[in-house]
């Protein structure tokens, strides 16, 4: 569908606004002919007054039209044998002929068709219908910036606009780069892939008016219609290549067994406690505008518009898998079937595997959550409580650092209009996930090949999780070997015994 304002919604708006006009008086004289012969008008006077109707003249131009009369071009004084000559001639011409010429010549409607084709003729004979104003540009963009000087001499800048370290960003690109959709059979290449991945990574990474068409354009030195484009290509060629599978992945043997050491301490030392090795929870991705297509289903229990989105984790941040494709008012024990944790439950839990939860999920002999009220009352129900809830926050910590690193993910600025668009949003959330595993993994083995960068710090550690969970640890005054068990013992007053 063409613009309004342009050359070619302009030409399509005026031939719209004439057909539907000459359709109009058609269908007017129609109606009054109608009339007129159920009044019972001789058919001789229905034809003069529809000729009277179109405009076409008595005898002037069938005069006209009657090449073979030559006295019509002498001079006034002529006899009236020649009058009556040349009415015989009119009488001669066939009387279709001579209504279809008068038509031609004597319609207003067509007059208006020839007004509006000369009009269209005119718009395009300008290459520009309105004044151009140039557009004032940055001599060097920031992203110029960040890609050429940042990336080299200073990484932590580059980190915070990007969110990702260099040596991730330059593996990034190797992983996509080779995909059909930066490919063109056009003579005029795409901007580089580099260019494209580093304006998805700038809207993924941020969220407000600062990731504004405008303002994406002011810091990338493109185009506003460039900067969709790009975001498109960089997301299907994310999904294309089957990241999501590879790096949104159940732990390998090694990293189960760590997780459960961790799970173990952190609950008290209990060993039944380590077979939870994996926790759920599940997030809201709010949406800055109201969708049009079903709105209410998308309207959540905090008064706001978003996606549901499910998280399965592991204690060390790492995401394991999700559940997509919900509105945010869906529950999060309905959008939890949805995952494949759920719907593989035989094989991908062990035997006395189970997976730590809060009150939102049923309580199974796969899940455990804590009990709620008014079983939770009891002492020994407190207490317990506490102690999943050491557990099971590293799912709050674990969705933190993902709005923390992409933060397009506390307010998308997408609208969804149709299928498609909700679509998309699905397409959006999924690549941010895929995206911060793969950050996640790869900064992990940096770290360990570098264990004495100050850069490369642990997960924990990173500046992307809100400070108030990153140093709850020196608040409390305690070193960071110390477990949330016994944390809460020392603040909540429960021992583990009873």
Request: a positive charge; one cysteine or more; proline letters at 6%.
């Amino acid at each position: 569908m063409a613009r309004t304002d342009s050359r070619h919604g302009l030409a399509a708006g005026l031939v719209k606004a004439a057909k539907m006009h000459v359709t109009h008086q058609l269908r007017q004289r129609v109606r009054r002919m109608h009339r007129l012969r159920s009044l019972g008008l001789p058919p001789a006077a229905l034809q003069r007054l529809q000729r009277i109707a179109l405009g076409i003249p008595r005898r002037r131009y069938g005069l006209l039209m009657d090449a073979d009369n030559s006295s019509l071009s002498s001079s006034s004084s002529s006899s009236s044998s020649d009058s009556s000559d040349s009415e015989d001639s009119l009488q001669s011409i066939p009387r279709q002929s001579l209504v279809r010429r008068h038509r031609c010549m004597g319609s207003s409607s067509l007059r208006i068709l020839h007004w509006v084709q000369t009009q269209i003729d005119i718009l395009y004979a300008k290459r520009y219908t309105v004044p151009r104003v140039p557009l004032i540009r940055p001599e060097e963009s920031q992203l110029h910036t960040c890609l050429k000087k940042w990336k080299h001499f200073d990484k932590a800048s580059f980190r915070g606009d990007l969110r990702v370290w260099p040596t991730t960003f330059d593996r990034l690109l190797e992983k996509i780069e080779g995909h059909p959709i930066f490919t063109n059979n056009s003579n005029n290449g795409q901007t580089p892939v580099e260019i494209q991945l580093a304006v998805a990574l700038y809207q993924f990474g941020h969220d407000g008016n600062g990731v504004s068409l405008q303002a994406v354009a002011w810091w990338s030195g493109l185009g506003k219609g460039t900067i969709p484009r790009c975001t498109r290509r960089v997301i299907t060629a994310i999904l294309g290549s089957g990241m999501l599978a590879k790096y949104v992945r159940m732990p390998t043997p090694s990293e189960k067994e760590s997780a459960k050491v961790w799970v173990e301490k952190t609950f008290g030392g209990c060993p039944e406690g380590r077979e939870g090795w994996c926790m759920v929870d599940g997030t809201l991705i709010p949406l800055a505008f109201r969708p049009n297509w079903y709105g209410p289903s998308y309207f959540d229990r905090k008064k706001n518009y978003s996606m549901n989105l499910q998280v399965v984790n592991l204690p060390n941040l790492q995401i394991i898998d999700i559940g997509y494709g919900h509105t945010g008012s869906t529950h999060d024990a309905t959008a939890w079937m949805g995952t494949r944790m759920y719907q593989q439950l035989d094989t991908l839990l062990g035997p006395g595997e189970f997976v730590w939860g809060d009150s939102a999920y049923p309580i199974s002999r796969w899940l455990t959550a804590p009990f709620k009220s008014p079983e939770s009352n009891d002492p020994d129900n407190t207490k317990f409580n506490n102690h999943v809830s050491y557990v099971r926050v590293r799912s709050e910590h674990c969705i933190g650092f993902l709005k923390g690193r992409l933060q397009s993910l506390k307010s998308l600025r997408l609208g969804i209009e149709s299928e498609a668009d909700h679509r998309y949003v699905v397409q959006w959330i999924i690549a941010c996930v895929t995206v911060h595993n793969f950050a996640l993994l790869h900064e992990a083995k940096l770290r360990a090949k570098r264990p004495g960068n100050p850069l490369y710090t642990a997960a924990e550690d990173d500046p992307f999780i809100p400070p108030s969970i990153r140093s709850r640890q020196q608040y409390l005054g305690v070193d960071a070997d110390t477990s949330a068990f016994e944390l809460g013992e020392k603040f909540t007053g429960y021992s583990g015994t009873s």
